[in-house]
């Protein structure tokens, strides 16, 4: 099984920027993809960003340009990078992985930008 844990969420201001993090169990290369969903109150999960193995990278329409998905291999690691936050960016952040036909759910953190 994979263990995933994710941590950075908070509080910011519109325009501020915000660092998400998502620690796995296993090393990310044996993982199909891993990346981010997000709910917000009375809304659908949607899918924020995404990386597979191979390094390719998939954004929704509503963050391109503002956020950013990396990984780091040695640290077990992905990273979401937001920038230019916006209200309607506040949702709780699941972090998501597969492999195989098996799919993974972190706990989610809570993301709230307000002024």
């Known amino acids: 099984q994979v263990q995933l844990v994710e941590s950075g969420g908070g509080l910011v201001q519109p325009g501020g920027s915000l660092r998400l993090s998502c620690a796995a169990s296993?090393?990310?290369?044996?993982?199909?993809?891993i990346g981010w969903y997000r709910q917000a109150p009375g809304k659908q999960r949607e899918l924020v960003a995404t990386?597979?193995?191979?390094?390719?990278?998939y954004y929704a329409d509503s963050v391109k340009g503002r956020f950013t998905i990396s990984r780091d291999n040695a640290k077990k690691t992905v990273y979401l990078q937001m920038n230019s936050l916006k209200p309607e960016d506040t949702a709780v952040y699941y972090c998501?992985?597969?492999?195989?036909?098996?799919?993974?759910w972190g706990q989610g953190t809570q993301v709230t930008v307000s002024s």
């Open positions: 998501h992985a597969y492999r195989g036909i098996t799919n993974y």
């Open positions: 296993a090393n990310i290369f044996s993982i199909n993809g």
């Open positions: 990386i597979t193995s191979a390094g390719n990278t």
